[in-house]
């Protein structure tokens, strides 16, 4: 239990309720919580008490009066003591008709507790001793005011009238006891009036003092009155007036400098206050130099929320002066906007920023046609660049002296057309997406903007028109058959190019559309505009294929025969000329495979496409025609050696100029007939190998419909291979045949001879040598070439034979003998090549031959066997292997 | 106090006076509580009573701390007549406030009627040497003639506060013993008095 609370000391130790007391003391416990109680004159005042420490409590005293203890109760120390003594007073008690001796506290008393003061508490005492009456039926204010004006009703005031009073408070009381309440005032006036005596005798020393004072005061007056007559204050007042005066004149001065400051000060606060106003528009022309237009816009936006509805004209100024640098920025803005090059992000900050400042247009509507409109403006410019080359090209091809010239030229060695898709793929992949990425900005409502109506109609035919012009721009430069006449006109007059140059640039060109294509397809726009590119793309594709292959046709067509033949390896026996051929058409293969077959993002196999289909036929068509033709052209000229025919098969017996090797420079080139058989080689060759090859790889690369020209063109090869034949036996078989009956009568022999025959006749070991001389040649060529050349060969032997027997009138015995072996000697060593049709001519040509007895026969066998014998290595070169 | 049990121990009535912010309650505060109030919040009227040991007796000391402010002038009188001894204070460092203290003792003398009321002449502040206005010599030069002590004292540093209280309470009671002798024997000594202050003088 801790020691009990005692209170030591108050501060003050007096008061009016509602007093704040320091009480002072020990042992108050040691946190708020321990004070339980507290009492003051015997009054709870718990409520108001604030425990400060252990020995300090504030409290406010309650309505209490006279003298008592303070007593504090803790928790632990319970109910303390109390040495010194509160004394409590009602202020109340001093009216008008009560002295006080104690000083009153003037200052407004604040409430304690729950104890409010109410208005009737602290309402004087009724002079008259009476209740006071109910406020119903009272006499309004007003019409108090009027009964007695300049009067009122307060007891304590100096215009009190008592009727105001009574009619106020007592206005319907009762003559009696109106009466009643007069005697008890008089009572109440005479007891104070005792109470007045003791008052002044408890205070005798105060009023003797007072009375001293007065006397002193009259004594002073009286001498004043001897000194300065009988109305001293006039002196006085007027020495006051004047005095007055002089100060005023003193001061006023100095109180008109003091207005002014004030005004000044005033003025300056104001100033200092919407410093911020006042200063805006240095602030914006300083940030907008600066390119903080954030802060700008900040700041607009604060002043126009502070000020937009000030009346105050400085006001009014200083917002028009920011209006104007604000629209001014605007402006800047605006044209910023639409000054190209920007980047979208750039454009979207702008229009922000647009629309922060309420700019009265659609900003981001004019970003997306100030774009749309660079756009077209670049087209054209690049057109007109690119244009005034190509004429100043032009120009200077024609004029290619021109000194000057030889720098620019090289510049525009790549022709003009080219470069020019070239730039302008590239600017529509730059600028196409920018535009195509802020319309979807507009329209996505990222830029916070209203759409208005129409809009997107409007942007869709921008981007479709945009779209367009490449595509026609394109189309005009390199396909501009695929135009219209007047778009022709309007989009295209760049010279045209060279096939070969064409071809040259055709593929990368088809690369920059696509690049183009891809990017575009990126930005997702609608299928309508990447359409048009589409439909741009396939047509750029076939006219590249047709362009690739007609420029093979045409490399085929310059092909030449080099007359070497192969002797090994696979293609045995014909030249490089058909290997070239396929290599040719392998490239282009290639080429167009990589270039325009291939299909990309969003493009369909060009050989889906009915037209490139009909096309691609065509073109291979072309290319297989265009070999035949070399072929045909190898096989048909004979204009230049035909003079120096060396061939070994004219007949020495007849002893035809022999054509020696003159050599006339062209000793690489062979014989015709040599050319001939190497030409039907080859051509053989490419029927059979070369054109499945072809075939092979174009369906290797997915070409599959060029069954029909490779049909045709092989039907074609064919015919030519006969046709080449049949110059060849001409040109063999002929001489060879023709030379068989001169020879055979040579020397005027006739078959009506007596002399035994010993051996075979000179015409037929000649016509064996021909045809030898025909094997090796053909030989030397190509072996596979020997059955179908000697067999015919040796047809016509046989058939001419076969005729000259016929022919012949009469045969001897020795000369029956002669024919026999002669002709059986031919059929046996041509044996190999002999067909059925020659077997039969000459089965003829000995039914014509008289029939011999055995004898004769014997000597015929015996003769053959001996001439086998001789012509051992004739025979054996005619023999199959 | 009539209502307190008759074991009461003798109670000594001191009353503070002195110009406004000399230290009265401050003084009284350091004496009372052993603490020093820094902020100055003028005094209208309030007491304290403590018990205390007094040479081996156990007395109760009443202390009256009155305000200062002459707008309080006119009820000082009441005050002063319950006053059994008086502490008139001075800050060193305020000349008026020395000045004034004549004032306070005429009417301590005037209300008591009474030439040889104890009063204690009490120099506040000397922690502030360096603010001194009033010198020791004068202030002890005045006391001797008024036949009172002069200490100087600290209310901050609380030098020579318990003195100043119990020197007047010595003096009281020695006053008191006195009286009671005279009182036993027949009233008022009025040349006693008189003979004390030749005395002094």
């Known amino acids: ?881 | 106090m009539a209502k307190r049990p008759a074991v009461q121990p003798a109670l000594h009535k001191v009353i503070m006076v002195g110009s406004g912010g000399v230290g009265k309650s401050a003084l009284t505060l350091q004496f009372m509580y052993d603490e020093f109030v820094e902020d100055y919040e003028p005094t209208k009227a309030d007491s304290y009573r403590k018990k205390i040991l007094l040479d081996g007796e156990d007395v109760q000391i009443d202390i009256l701390d009155t305000a200062g402010q002459e707008d309080y002038a006119a009820i000082r009188d009441s005050y002063f007549r319950s006053g059994e001894g008086f502490l008139c204070i001075f800050s060193i460092t305020e000349d008026e406030s020395f000045l004034s203290t004549a004032e306070f003792r005429e009417q301590i003398l005037r209300v008591k009627n009474d030439e040889n009321i104890p009063i204690l002449l009490v120099g506040n502040k000397c922690d502030l040497e360096d603010r001194r206005k009033v010198s020791f010599q004068e202030a002890s030069d005045r006391a001797k003639q008024w036949g009172v002590p002069y200490v100087e004292t600290s209310a901050k540093t609380r030098e020579h506060v318990d003195k100043v209280f119990y020197d007047l309470m010595r003096e009281i009671r020695a006053r008191k013993m006195e009286e009671n002798k005279t009182s036993n024997g027949k009233g008022k000594d009025k040349s006693k008095k008189k003979k004390r202050i030749c005395r002094i003088l």
Not at chain 1, 105 to 122: I, K, V
Not at chain 1, 214 to 242: H, Q
């Open chain 1, 1 to 881: 239990m801790a020691p009990p609370p005692i209170v030591t000391g108050l501060s003050p130790n007096e008061g009016p309720p509602g007093t704040r007391i320091k009480i002072r003391g020990e042992n108050f416990g040691s946190q708020p919580s321990d004070l339980t109680g507290l009492t003051i004159c015997g009054m709870d005042c718990l409520l108001t008490a604030e425990w400060k420490s252990p020995n300090k409590i504030i409290a406010i005293s309650g309505p209490v009066k006279g003298k008592g203890d303070v007593i504090v109760t803790t928790k632990y120390g319970g109910t303390g003591t109390c040495n010194v003594t509160f004394r409590g007073y009602h202020l109340a008690t001093i009216g008008p008709m009560k002295e006080s001796a104690v000083w009153v506290e003037e200052t407004p008393m604040y409430s304690w507790g729950r104890h409010s003061l109410s208005p009737s508490s602290f309402q004087q005492e009724d002079p008259l001793g009476l209740s006071v009456e109910e406020t119903e039926n009272k006499i309004s204010e007003e019409d108090l005011q009027n009964y007695f004006p300049g009067k009122c009703g307060d007891i304590g005031s100096p215009n009190f009238s008592p009727a105001w009073f009574l009619l106020e408070n007592h206005h319907a009381t009762s003559f009696n006891d109106m009466k009643a309440g007069l005697i008890y005032l008089i009572r109440k006036v005479q007891h104070q009036k005792v109470g007045q005596l003791s008052f002044l005798k408890a205070n005798l020393n105060s009023v003797i003092d007072q009375i001293d004072t007065l006397t002193n005061l009259r004594e002073k007056y009286d001498k004043d009155l001897s000194v300065f007559g009988s109305t001293p204050t006039i002196k006085l007042e007027r020495a006051i007036k004047e005095s007055e005066r002089e100060a005023r004149k003193l001061f006023d001065d100095v109180l008109a400098r003091k207005d002014r400051a004030e005004k000044t000060r005033n003025a300056l606060n104001v100033l200092q206050r919407y410093k911020f106003l006042f200063c805006l528009p240095c602030v914006i022309e300083r940030n907008i130099k600066k390119g903080e237009y954030d802060i700008v816009i900040n700041d607009y936006m604060r002043v126009k929320n502070l000020f937009d509805k000030t009346e105050v004209p400085i006001f009014r100024e200083a917002l028009n002066e920011v209006e104007k640098r604000i629209v001014d920025l605007q402006t800047k803005l605006h044209v910023d906007l639409q000054s190209m090059p920007v980047t979208v992000e750039q454009q979207k900050r702008l229009i922000r920023y647009l629309i922060s400042l309420d700019y009265p247009q659609d900003a981001a509507w004019d970003a997306i046609k100030s774009r749309w409109e660079h756009i077209t403006k670049r087209f054209k410019e690049i057109y007109n660049f690119h244009k005034t080359n190509d004429k100043s090209e032009s120009a200077k091809k024609q004029n290619s002296a021109s000194k000057y010239s030889k720098t620019q030229i090289e510049i525009i060695s790549v022709p003009a057309c080219i470069n020019f898709i070239d730039e302008i793929c590239a600017v529509t992949s730059e600028l196409f997406p920018d535009f195509w990425k802020i319309g979807q900005a507009y329209f996505s409502g990222e830029l916070q903007i209203k759409i208005e109506a129409g809009r997107q109609v409007e942007y869709k035919h921008m981007v479709l028109t945009a779209i367009e012009t490449f595509s026609k721009y394109v189309r005009a430069s390199i396909i501009p058959n695929t135009l219209d006449k007047s778009e022709r006109a309007q989009y295209g007059s760049l010279s045209s190019l060279e096939r070969d140059e064409v071809a040259l640039y055709l593929p990368e060109l088809l690369r920059s559309v696509r690049s183009t294509y891809s990017t575009l397809i990126q930005l997702d726009l609608p299928n309508e505009a990447l359409d048009i590119i589409g439909g741009l793309l396939v047509d750029l594709r076939i006219h590249c294929m047709s362009i690739l292959f007609q420029q093979t046709t045409e490399q085929i067509k310059q092909l030449t025969e080099n007359w070497k033949i192969s002797f090994s390896g696979k293609y045995a026996g014909v030249t490089d000329l058909p290997l070239k051929f396929l290599m040719l058409v392998e490239d282009v293969i290639q080429i167009v495979k990589e270039s325009a077959l291939s299909a990309e993002q969003r493009e369909s196999s060009l050989l889906d496409n009915a037209s490139a289909q009909k096309e691609l036929e065509r073109q291979v068509d072309n290319i297989l025609s265009a070999f035949y033709t070399v072929l045909n052209n190898l096989s048909s000229n004979e204009d230049y050696d035909d003079c120096d025919n060396n061939s070994p098969v004219v007949s020495q017996l007849i002893g035809t100029p022999v054509g020696t090797h003159k050599t006339s420079g062209a000793q690489d080139i062979p014989t015709w007939e040599h050319r001939l058989l190497i030409t039907m080689s080859n051509c053989i060759f490419t029927k059979n190998t070369i054109l499945n090859d072809v075939s092979q790889k174009f369906k290797e690369t997915g070409f599959t419909s060029i069954d029909a020209p490779i049909k045709t063109n092989g039907n074609k090869l064919e015919m030519l291979e006969k046709l080449i034949l049949d110059k060849y036996l001409e040109q063999k078989s002929d001489p060879l045949v023709g030379t068989i009956e001169p020879s055979m009568y040579l020397g005027r022999f006739d078959w009506d001879i007596n002399v035994l025959p010993t051996d075979i006749r000179p015409y037929a070991k000649e016509c064996i040598n021909n045809l030898i001389n025909v094997h090796s040649e053909v030989n030397n060529i190509s072996t596979g070439l020997l059955n179908s050349i000697l067999v015919k060969i040796v047809e016509t032997i046989a058939e001419e034979l076969y005729r000259l027997m016929s022919c012949v009138q009469k045969f001897s015995k020795e000369g029956a003998q002669q024919a026999r072996i002669d002709i059986e000697a031919l059929q046996d060593v041509f044996q190999d090549y002999t067909s059925d049709n020659a077997q039969g001519y000459f089965k003829e040509a000995l039914a014509h031959v008289p029939n011999l007895d055995g004898a004769q026969m014997a000597l015929v066998q015996d003769i053959l066997k001996q001439c086998k014998a001789k012509m051992k290595t004739q025979i054996l070169c005619l023999k199959k292997r």
